[in-house]
């Protein structure tokens, strides 16, 4: 990925203030087709004041991504008031300058998407179309897919699988391919052959498929899904893992877990003792007033979701990432 270069408007004004807890990506073009209208001009739009009541984190061209908002801004780019478009996603504006790579374009997109999934723990269901919000026909030529690219694709680009609308043609550096034609036992059977190589290989070869064979080729080699290995460490500590987001949710956590994740979550959920405190706590950077900081000082995930947890677990109700909600984490996080 391109590096993220920051021009950080300082004013408020077209903002709704600070709080946005990162749930969802809204992707946006810009419409403008002017020459030179790429991401640099449209950050300088809104460091000097843009005359729409109109705001958005970053904006992105074929060659940089610029970033005007930091993500726990709420801006107002989704058109739809107090909803949870402006209020709890992040804002991306794709540049449709004509003398710029419109492809290349979105593959920084793809690829500061991929970043943002992963800083804010948001599931791929969650990077949606700005018409999502307001019903808008945006972003208007990824949804007609005119510039030989579309919302599938970006999708695709996303996930780093194939795509479905370019068959055979190069987008930015990945090349899209179509789609197999083959029912997933008969994909098991070649990768068991070795038709599909291993590893990265095998996921270019599969493509959108990868995951539905590879649970095929386990099952048909192993007779039934692997079992998870038995935990070595504590109930403890894999509750204290779990709290710090290490295992997942759902399903993830269930699987990481395996045999142990019955007994964990009756610890957590308060259905048995919880676990005694260790002997000695890492005490991290006690000078500190950020709450963030001082996560990542004990080597606990900081990310809203997990600051969320942990703000439920020592009974901070209704955490939104506040200042007084994380000065009182980080109170209780220090003992």
Same mark, same amino acid.
């Given at each position: 990925?391109?590096?993220?270069?920051?021009?950080?408007?300082?004013?408020?004004?077209?903002?709704?203030?600070?709080g946005?807890?990162?749930?969802?990506?809204t992707?946006?073009?810009?419409?403008?087709?002017?020459?030179?209208?790429?991401?640099?001009?449209?950050?300088?739009?809104?460091?000097?004041?843009?005359?729409?009541?109109?705001?958005?984190?970053?904006?992105?061209?074929?060659?940089?991504?610029?970033?005007?908002?930091l993500?726990?801004?709420?801006?107002?780019?989704?058109?739809?008031?107090?909803?949870?478009?402006?209020?709890?996603?992040?804002?991306?504006?794709?540049?449709?300058?004509?003398?710029?790579?419109?492809?290349?374009?979105?593959k920084?997109?793809?690829?500061?998407?991929?970043?943002?999934?992963?800083?804010?723990?948001?599931?791929?269901?969650?990077?949606?179309?700005?018409?999502?919000?307001?019903?808008?026909?945006?972003?208007?030529?990824?949804?007609?897919?005119?510039?030989?690219?579309?919302?599938?694709?970006?999708?695709?680009l996303?996930?780093?699988?194939?795509?479905?609308?370019?068959?055979?043609?190069?987008?930015?550096?990945?090349?899209?391919?179509?789609?197999?034609? @083959?029912? /997933? &036992? +008969?994909?098991?059977?070649?990768?068991? %052959? #070795? *038709?599909?190589?291993? =590893?990265?290989? !095998?996921?270019? $070869?599969?493509?959108?498929?990868?995951?539905?064979?590879?649970?095929?080729?386990?099952e048909?080699?192993?007779?039934?899904?692997?079992?998870?290995?038995?935990?070595? @460490?504590? /109930? &403890? +500590?894999?509750?204290?893992?779990?709290? %710090? #987001? *290490?295992?997942?949710? =759902?399903?993830? !956590?269930?699987? $990481?877990?395996g045999?142990?994740?019955?007994?964990?979550?009756?610890?957590?959920?308060?259905k048995?003792?919880?676990p005694?405190?260790?002997?000695?706590?890492?005490?991290?950077?006690?000078?500190?007033?950020?709450?963030?900081?001082?996560?990542?000082?004990?080597?606990?995930?900081?990310?809203?979701?997990?600051?969320?947890?942990?703000?439920?677990?020592?009974?901070?109700?209704?955490?939104?990432?506040?200042?007084?909600?994380?000065?009182?984490?980080?109170?209780?996080?220090?003992?």
């Open positions: 990925m391109v590096a993220i270069k920051q021009q950080l408007v300082a004013s408020r004004s077209l903002t709704s203030g600070v946005n807890p990162c749930n969802y990506i992707i946006h073009e810009t419409a403008n087709t002017n020459k030179g209208a790429n991401a640099q001009s449209h950050a300088n739009l809104q460091s000097k004041g843009n005359s729409r009541l109109a705001s958005w984190h970053y904006q992105v061209d074929d060659k940089e991504i610029i970033q005007s908002f993500d726990n801004v709420r801006c107002l780019h989704a058109g739809d008031g107090r909803g949870k478009g402006n209020m709890e996603s992040i804002g991306i504006e794709i540049c449709v300058n004509s003398d710029g790579n419109f492809k290349n374009a979105v920084n997109a793809a690829e500061l998407v991929k970043y943002l999934m992963k800083k804010h723990d948001i599931g791929i269901s969650h990077v949606v179309q700005h018409s999502r919000w307001s019903g808008k026909d945006c972003p208007h030529n990824l949804r007609d897919g005119s510039k030989g690219i579309n919302w599938n694709d970006f999708i695709g996303v996930k780093g699988t194939a795509g479905v609308h370019v068959p055979s043609q190069e987008v930015g550096s990945a090349v899209i391919t179509k789609p197999s034609s @083959k029912t /997933i &036992d +008969q994909l098991a059977d070649e990768v068991i %052959a #070795g *038709k599909h190589g291993s =590893g990265a290989q !095998r996921k270019q $070869s599969l493509g959108s498929q990868y995951e539905a064979v590879q649970k095929r080729v386990n048909k080699l192993l007779g039934s899904q692997p079992k998870p290995k038995p935990a070595t @460490k504590s /109930i &403890d +500590q894999l509750v204290k893992e779990t709290l %710090a #987001g *290490k295992h997942g949710n =759902g399903e993830a !956590r269930k699987k $990481s877990l045999s142990n994740y019955q007994a964990v979550m009756n610890v957590i959920n308060g048995a003792s919880a005694k405190k260790a002997a000695s706590k890492p005490k991290g950077n006690m000078k500190t007033n950020s709450i963030v900081d001082y996560l990542k000082s004990i080597k606990v995930d900081s990310s809203f979701t997990n600051r969320k947890k942990l703000a439920a677990k020592h009974g901070i109700k209704n955490y939104s990432g506040t200042s007084s909600q994380n000065a009182q984490l980080l109170k209780k996080m220090r003992g």
